[in-house]
């Protein structure tokens, strides 16, 4: 693909409602909007379809594939990126394909960021609204953007916050300044915007829809939960907008992110993603995609890692009893090696305790495992942006590096989005309460074998979470409860795959 063509289109709305409706006062003097469709109606839809139907030429209504066909329409999708799924399906269902017959409203966003050349460091920024929305607006972003003052209908209004406030017209032929509308008053103050002269997206927009950089992460857990970490750092929204990718042997990406993974390409300021590694539990690559697509992006990269230096019993690839369905599989991804081996000899519950209560593992065997995972750490960090084993050797003993073999802990993603942050010279995270909250959270899945503590000098919770499938809820239990739990699953599966003849 090489950019998609919508502004010679007749465009019709679907999504949040409430974002479609400053979708199109935005955008409405760039773009031909004709329609406002409709899936399910959610909290806003009332006011949307008022809106609509009194102060434009919109036509509201459910989607109708026929109107889609015979108008040749582009649906806009007006949804943040995390709850795209949703439509993705129900649009495909319908036979719509994204860049064919859909695209998605940061995709115009970006698209006129580009156009313009546009850079909200270097704009002085207006804020449209001196009351509670716009004073709030100027808190969150005083100490990242240079806001100049506010704008007021009210001629009694002279100062906010320290900032002069001016009328609208005086912000006429200002090409260095970009309003920030912050009142539900939305669409009269950017009719009085656009009376002025100045342009939606060019000029003027909504703290939901400002023309920001794109960060694009795309890849396994590791990559997803640390760009989700990344996003809880004001100062990276503020200046980013982030798109993620789950893309795992587990999680395939579906056709719609493929294509955008494609298209947003051109777009995309820094790209996160996975690098091909020997040795790791997950080949997949994403250099090819890079090369071709993300050419002008800030590239960072990790390799899927896989830590067994804690955990060592973890399986090293799939556990034989996983079982495909909501919650267990995930649980039981990684399983204990050694628990399977010992239930497969035809040990009782008794002697299985026994044995992994006490010493499974001489010290040394401990010990040399901890180091040969830690070489392969630091093999793997060779082809990484962002090495793990300094982290590693700081907090083994007192954090579950990784809960599973190849999940991360909250801890290191934060530690690696705060990396990223410093890279994009953008404020860390530094938040103690958070930080501090992360720090005493040292629950695993999979359990520590007391031998292999004693040996490392493990200093973490003796609890582990499990989830409960009959009370659907997480529990935290002992060592000795966990395994009894996970010797019962072993022993409930082989008794099915006996019964069924499907035992391997």
Known sequence: MNGINFEDRTI???????????????????????YFFYIKKGKWFSAAETFFKENTKVECMFIDEKVIKKENLLLILCNEHPFRSFYDTALFNMGNEWGRDYIDFLYVI???????????EEKNIWIFGAGNNGKRFYEKYKDIYHISGFVSNYSEEKECKGLPVIRPHSLSGDENSYVVIC???????ARQLSETGLCGDRDYGFESTLPKKLFIATGTCQIVVTANALYKNDDFRAHYDLCVFMDSMYNVCSDADNRRLKEYG???DTVFFNVVNTGSAEQRNYQYLVDDFYQNADKLFMPF???????MQATGEENRYTVRKPFSYHLWLRGDEEVNRLVENGLTEEQILERVSGDYWT???IRNNFWKEMKKIEIWDRVSSFPLRPFIEENYKSLMIFSDGT???????????????????IKPICNTGILDELV????????????????LGLKMADKYRFYNEEKKECEELEFKEFIKRYIQYVTQIRSIYEESGTLF
């Not at 005493?440 to 040996?455: D, G, L």
């Open 12 to 34: 019709a709305l679907i999504g949040n409602e409430f974002h479609c409706r400053r979708f199109y006062i935005q955008f409405h003097a760039l773009l031909n909007i004709r």
């Open 110 to 120: 970006q698209y006129y960021r580009q156009k313009y050349s546009f850079s909200l």
């Open 183 to 189: 009142s539900e008053q939305d669409a009269v103050m």
């Open 266 to 268: 051109s777009y995309c």
């Open 305 to 311: 890692y896989y830590f067994r230096g804690q955990l």
């Open 363 to 365: 010290e040394e065997e």
């Open 407 to 425: 999940h991360f802990c909250r801890q290191l993603a934060f530690y690696l989005a705060n990396k990223i942050a410093v890279h994009l010279r």
């Open 440 to 455: 005493s959270e040292t629950k695993s899945i999979m359990p520590v074998y007391p031998c292999v503590k004693q040996a």
